[in-house]
């Protein structure tokens, strides 16, 4: 059966805390993950869907550092108050 | 306000001398926005002390847009504290850069209030640049900026801003009209120029002719050039006319055809067409008499791009002629196709011609399902990207084998 916009959404959230400041990553890695895990339930189209809900939601943001990248929202390092 | 201005020797030394300056227009600037007084402050402790006291911010934008917000820091808050945050905005610009008087003063107007009131028109990339604000006034100019009915552009892994030369609406070379493609794309491509999801940057540029005024060839990962299939229209009378005025049509047009196609007798002029390559000299040296074929579309070339991670690169062919008409179905189909092969086989700050670079032009085309074409050349007459598997049959090297 079809994984759900939010499924998906919500195991790229986790794979993101997971990920933390360890690595950071692409939405390409959590689509090619989402693939991995979930098989024929998932394609490319609905993780872009659940990408832009992860972000218009505010759980994710997109960074750049040399690239583009999905992480949670923090304060970065270069921030001035 | 006027009285707080820093001193500058250094920078006033870039006020000399009959050309425009930067260093005038940040201290016009810098007498209503405190933010200009503290950034004249920062430059002239950089050039004084060789140092750039600037710090890159990668996380500042606007709520669902992954683009178009550049951070930056002062590394010196203490002593710059209106520049401690100096953020630049990139706006989407309307194709061939048209605006109204009114647009123009409404969006300076919004960025005096929430910015520092200084801009590039426009950056390298086509678009608007808003340079200096604070994370607090990214949201609130945003907003602004979308009541007159203005967008932020592309910037970090996504679409970069689409732009074009001003095409048929100025331009009597235009081969197809810019800046309707370049609308159509930027329109339907909102995710990818909002939502970064490539593994770097990529960008279209369009160039009504081959004289190629946005310089596609070299900054576009796909450059779409105006050209035609069919021969150079000639007007004889004109081609005379320039020569009775002084112009020497030999040494000035046909010694310098690249490709020899053409040739003058003192009363006409003859091109071999079958030969041009499209350059557009004879064109530009003798406009009233020569001008482009009347079967115009477009050569698309793939790959460009200035040096960061690789050297500098130009595009090389892809399709050599294509109709540009809307919907423009074909280029749209190849660019979903090049997209996800390079989305999904790419590496992080990757660009497509490096890629293509890295995997082969060959495998890149049987990817994109595209057949390889003799005009897929890295330099004319050498080096083909052309396959000849098709003339041997499977066994062929077995039997070769066998014979020795």
């Not at chain 2, 477009?298 to 892809?318: Q, W």
């Amino acid at each position: 059966m079809a994984k759900s916009v939010e499924e998906i959404a919500e195991a790229m959230f986790n794979l993101v805390k997971e990920a933390g400041s360890q690595k950071k990553l692409k939405p390409m890695d959590l689509t090619k993950s989402m693939i991995q895990m979930f098989g024929d339930e998932v394609d490319k189209k609905i993780c872009k869907e659940a990408i832009k809900q992860l972000i218009n939601s505010g759980r994710c943001v997109y960074t750049y550092f040399g690239g583009s990248f999905i992480e949670l929202p923090h304060r970065e390092g270069a921030a001035n108050d | 306000m006027a009285d707080n201005l820093p001193e500058t020797p250094l920078l006033n030394e870039l006020e000399k001398g009959a050309w425009p300056s930067f260093v005038k227009e940040i201290k016009m600037a810098a007498k209503r926005s405190p933010m200009c007084q503290d950034l004249l402050g920062q430059l002239e402790q950089s050039y004084r002390e060789k140092i750039g006291y600037w710090k890159h911010g990668g996380i500042v934008g606007v709520m669902g847009y992954g683009g178009g917000v550049i951070g930056r820091y002062s590394a010196l808050p203490d002593k710059y504290p209106k520049v401690s945050h100096f953020h630049t905005m990139r706006i989407n610009q309307p194709a061939g850069w048209y605006y109204t008087s009114k647009a123009l003063r409404d969006i300076c107007d919004i960025w005096e209030k929430r910015g520092s009131g200084l801009t590039n028109m426009h950056g390298s990339t086509g678009d608007i640049i808003l340079l200096g604000t604070t994370t607090d006034q990214l949201e609130p100019t945003f907003e602004d900026l979308s009541k007159i009915d203005f967008d932020i552009g592309g910037s970090g892994s996504d679409l970069r801003t689409p732009s074009c030369c001003c095409g048929m609406s100025r331009c009597e070379w235009a081969c197809y009209d810019t800046m309707a493609l370049t609308y159509d794309l930027t329109m339907h491509y909102q995710d990818e120029l909002h939502r970064p999801a490539f593994p770097y940057k990529f960008k279209f540029k369009m160039s009504g002719c081959p004289n190629d005024c946005v310089a596609s060839i070299a900054r576009a990962d796909m450059s779409i050039i105006g050209t035609w299939r069919d021969d150079i229209q000639v007007d004889q009378d004109a081609v005379r006319e320039y020569a009775d005025k002084g112009l020497d049509i030999t040494s000035d047009v046909v010694n310098n055809c690249p490709s020899k196609c053409m040739d003058w007798d003192g009363k006409e002029l003859h091109i071999d067409n079958s030969f041009c390559v499209r350059c557009m000299h004879c064109i530009n040296v003798m406009p009233k008499a020569l001008r482009p074929g009347k079967d115009r579309g477009a050569t698309i070339l793939i790959g460009s791009k200035a040096p960061i991670i690789e050297g500098a690169f130009l595009s090389s062919v892809l399709f050599p002629f294509i109709k540009i008409e809307p919907p423009y179905s074909k280029i749209k189909d190849t660019v979903d196709k090049m997209w996800d092969v390079w989305c999904e086989e790419g590496k992080n700050r990757e660009r497509i011609g490096e890629f293509i670079q890295r995997v082969g032009l060959g495998n890149f085309l049987e990817a994109i399902e595209i057949d390889p074409v003799p005009e897929m050349v890295a330099h004319p007459r050498e080096n083909p990207y052309v396959f000849y598997e098709e003339y041997f049959e499977e066994g062929d090297d077995d039997e070769e084998e066998e014979e020795s």
